[in-house]
């Protein structure tokens, strides 16, 4: 299965939430490859804690120097062996694998997605499609290159057939839900592009579904929620008013994957949430839960029926 991350915005959690569910993919016995196609900045090495790649490989090896076609063999790394994270090096027999494909360390954003881009683009997701269970490919935000180039790859007939899901990551805000309905429908966003590249623009968008990061907690029992009444009232008039908005914007329940909650750790570090963070109180269960309650539902065959 291939799965793209975008957002209209940037800093909408695109990366740290795919690298999360890259994660909790692998925990389930998945194997996972997580490619790194924010070419502008690309940030999964260190997410994944590889000091060694933090800002793309600095060996022109990367995905940058693959897809320009000077190197034949785009670079893999094993995050479960080459993590400085002890605890991301000891996962057991039963997790999957979880291998990065990291940009180039200095690699900028395509101009344009030439064919012979495009080519490469395709060989590359067609081989990884049949060694990992899933492909998760991070893309730069907005309209980019990168959506174009994989809009274009995955509609030429060598890949056609495979399954492929898009998930759009957008902050629970007006804006936010304003930009990534833009994205998906608005002129020469996802739907329309596609349309171009070849591809059916109803398949395209049954295939679509929205992540809502960051979601802060209204409720003021809850921990980690607000205290006073009156801030807590308005927080949930907002709540539904935006709720209201996401689904007149094609963004409801219907179309939804799932949501993220606030969580601490995350505002002040980008990286893996793993569950002995949370044994040692330090990140918060919900968190955990909502990570995993995404693979669960990436995978689920119902969640892709045709609404
Ligand atoms: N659930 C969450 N709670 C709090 N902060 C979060 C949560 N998810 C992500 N963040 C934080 O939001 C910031 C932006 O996240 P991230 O880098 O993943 O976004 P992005 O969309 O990939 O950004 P870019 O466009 O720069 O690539 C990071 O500091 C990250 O740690
Ligand atoms: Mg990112």
Same mark, same amino acid.
């Given at each position: ?77 094993? =995050? ?6 002890p605890a991301l090096r000891r996962l057991g027999p039963r997790a999957g694998k ?18 012979? =881009? ?17 492909? #998760? =490919? ?118 939804? #994957? ?12 980008e990286q893996v949430i793993m569950d002995m963070d949370v044994d040692a109180k ?15 539902? #990436? ?9």
């Amino acid at each position: 299965m291939l799965v793209f991350s975008t957002s209209d915005k940037g800093g909408t959690g695109r990366s740290v939430t795919s690298c999360n569910l890259a994660y909790r993919l692998c925990v389930s016995g998945r194997n996972v490859a997580y490619v790194d196609f924010d070419f502008g900045s690309p940030t999964a090495g260190a997410l994944f804690e590889i000091s060694a790649v933090e800002r793309g490989t600095a060996h022109q090896d990367g995905l940058h120097s693959y897809l320009l076609g000077e190197t034949g063999v785009a670079t893999r790394i094993d =995050v479960r062996t080459a993590s400085d994270r002890p605890a991301l090096r000891r996962l057991g027999p039963r997790a999957g694998k979880l291998v990065l494909y990291p940009g180039d360390e200095g690699g900028a954003e395509f101009l344009t997605a030439e064919n012979a =881009v495009v080519t490469r683009c395709a060989e590359l997701l067609l081989a990884l499609e049949q060694e990992f269970k899933v492909v #998760l =490919v991070d893309l730069s935000a907005g309209r980019s290159v990168a959506l174009e180039l994989v809009l274009k790859a995955t509609a030429m007939p060598q890949l056609r057939s495979f399954t492929a899901r898009w998930l759009i990551f957008h902050r629970w805000t007006r804006q936010h839900i304003l930009a990534a309905s833009g994205l998906v429908h608005g002129p020469h966003g996802l739907t329309q592009a596609g349309k171009e590249c070849g591809h059916d623009p109803l398949e395209l968008l049954e295939s679509v579904r929205y992540v809502r990061t960051a979601v802060p907690n209204p409720t003021p029992a809850a921990p980690g929620g607000v205290g006073r009444p009156a801030q807590a009232a308005w927080l949930m008039e907002q709540n539904a008013a935006l709720k209201r908005l996401a689904s007149a914007n094609q963004l409801g329940a219907s179309s939804l #994957l799932g949501e993220t909650p606030m969580e601490p750790v995350l505002q002040w570090r980008e990286q893996v949430i793993m569950d002995m963070d949370v044994d040692a109180k330090i990140a918060n269960p919900a968190t955990t839960a909502a990570y995993t309650e995404l693979a669960r539902r #990436l995978l689920d065959a119902a969640t892709w029926e045709r609404f």
